[in-house]
């Protein structure tokens, strides 16, 4: 197997996606499902089993909207989703999948829920977006103010001891470290408060909690959800990417280092630069086999072949 070079990734670098869409599987289409909390869409598990992998998204396109959308999964919420407010008219939503989200998909399908919106079409498709290793959500959370992206518990519910939580940074940020970031689990309550902005390491690309200290089981028992507020203060509005658990060191966002695949059992679906699948359920041990020089994202990193 060739040599490859490792890349700890941030997984976008705009407001928008890295490259066009590609339709990976259509879940639903047909009719317009109007939703609300008795009437919920069901996308079985078995939509979910295979050509789908982490760093893929659910499109959900919609006719009409209002209040909120809730994905979930065996009646909670999905691993990796958090709270979004449709309003009115909302035309779709992005929601990227990770590692817990997909094995909670493959065990027991989707669940669309909510006080009132129509669905006009489910799908599955991928734009090139890579997940950090360890990513417990990802995405595009666009900072242009005083925002707070809402993250629902069920993403620690497979937390294990992690000392740290990453929160991954777009290009977009420059070279600014003096952002605003804040860790918590309420607004009222100062022992909510998992970190407070000048107890966050603040690189251009990542800040990091150490969760040392923070029994986050018991911090999220009596909560819904885990909030990230983010300002600028003054730099450019950027996207927070992705959210990720990690146990010790590991490299610096944009740093590249050496290493080997030791996970051949995985399979992974690789990705060109622009997005384009270029092979599909291979292993890692084959997933550069017969590729031309050049870099490409598999599982969630991006490896250059040699």
Known sequence: MRTLLFAAIVAAATATPLSAQETIKTLYSGDPVAVTWEN?????????????????????????????IEMKA???????????????????????ITADMLD???????????????????????????????????????????NTLELYKTAFDKYNGERYLDIYLSDDNGDNTGYFMKVLTAWDNPEAVWADNDKIVHETRRATVDLQGINVKEAIASVNAVMFQANPE???PFNITAIALRSSGGASTG???????DNPDITTTVYNLQGIAVKRNVSLKEATDG???????????????Q
């Open 234 to 236: 003054g730099g450019s």
């Open 104 to 146: 909670k998909l493959k065990e027991y399908g989707l669940e669309l829920c909510g006080s009132s919106f129509t669905v006009k079409e489910v799908s599955v498709c991928n734009d090139g977006f890579s997940m950090p290793a360890g990513a417990i959500w990802g995405g595009y959370f666009w900072v242009d103010n005083w």
């Open 40 to 68: 919920t869409l069901k996308i079985d598990a078995s939509d979910f089993a295979t050509d789908i992998t982490t760093g893929n998204y659910i499109l959900v396109t919609f006719e009409s909207t209002t209040d909120v």
């Open 291 to 305: 590729l031309p020089k050049g870099i490409y994202l598999i599982n969630g990193k991006k490896m250059a072949v």
């Open 74 to 96: 065996d009646g909670v919420w999905l691993p990796g989703t958090r709270f979004i407010w449709l309003g009115d008219n909302t035309p779709e939503i992005k929601t990227y």
């Open 255 to 261: 740093d590249i280092e050496t290493s080997i695949i």
